[in-house]
């Protein structure tokens, strides 16, 4: 669809300055990590002699909508953890609530003091759980879990942007709010573009090691060892490829990523 040219409606030129456009394109400063969960002290070993249970991890994250993973998040590596943990506490952090008014001033400063902040923020957050990825490479599958975590990141961030308000002044004008979504749609592209590489990765990398018997999987210490041989390491976590399978397509399908889209199958990496 053609974006047509400013210059039949003159005099309605300044209703597309609305500063939520281009702020969402600003670069951003970094977000402090998130913390590490807090565990519960467990009971007391019994008069029998019993050992005491294993200790509990109090989570104080909302659960995103993942798979359950094949092991205990507890016995995954630290590194994956910790991104798991990190993406929650991410999209945690809902988008700002629009402002009641929809004139050009009321959403100017909306997108000003509340909207750019937040995308600025989500954009560092995701920025500030790269380096764990560097302590990955050589354990492909907790590298393909981590893909599917930012992708999730990199999808609800697109999502976020993509739902902000519209000026009333430009939504009665079918040229104007045709230009305004464009440009929109401009500035998450980066997002969802990399939300469809992380499930891509995740995807194939899952299905490989599927057929790759005795290879190092995402469990931390012997009893992760014990596990890992006694079948493939993406066997039991097929369900997370076809999960990114299907928000990969989910993607490309609601942010209109199509044939013209490169969709080569790349580890997460921050939006610039």
């Not at 597309?16 to 998130?34: D, E, K, Q, R, S």
């Not at 969960?37 to 109090?58: D, K, M, N």
């Not at 709010?177 to 464009?182: D, F, S």
């Not at 990398?205 to 006694?230: F, H, K, V």
Request: charged fraction near 20%.
């Amino acid at each position: 669809m053609k974006t047509p040219h400013l210059s039949t409606h003159p005099s309605q030129l300044p209703l597309i300055l609305v500063p939520a456009l281009p702020l969402i394109l600003m670069a951003c400063g970094g977000a402090t990590p998130a913390a590490a969960p807090t565990p519960v002290e467990p009971a007391a070993t019994s008069a029998g002699g019993e050992a005491p249970a294993e200790p509990l991890v109090l989570r104080t994250t909302t659960p995103i909508p993942v798979p359950q993973p094949a092991i205990a998040r507890e016995d995954l590596v630290e590194p994956l953890q910790g991104i798991w943990t990190e993406t929650e506490e991410i999209v945690a952090q809902r988008p700002p609530e629009p402002p009641t008014a929809t004139d050009q001033a009321s959403i100017e400063n909306w997108a000003a003091e509340s909207f750019a902040p937040w995308v600025d923020a989500r954009r560092g957050q995701i920025q500030q759980m790269e380096p764990a990825l560097a302590t990955l490479q050589q354990d492909p599958l907790s590298l393909a879990v981590s893909a599917a975590l930012f992708g999730y990141a990199y999808e609800d961030t697109a999502a976020g942007i993509r739902g902000a308000p519209v000026p009333a002044t430009i939504a009665t004008d079918a040229e104007l709010l045709e230009i305004y979504v464009a440009t929109l749609d401009e500035a998450l592209h980066p997002f969802a573009q990399r939300a469809l590489e992380s499930y891509a990765y995740c995807a194939t990398t899952i299905a490989r090691l599927a057929q790759e018997p005795n290879s190092p999987g995402p469990s931390a210490g012997p009893e992760g060892d014990e596990q890992n041989a006694q079948n493939t390491v993406g066997g039991p976590w097929i369900s997370w490829a076809a999960y990114c399978l299907d928000r990969g397509r989910d993607v490309a399908d609601v942010f209109e990523l199509g044939a013209d889209s490169e969709t080569a199958a790349e580890e997460p990496a921050a939006v610039e």
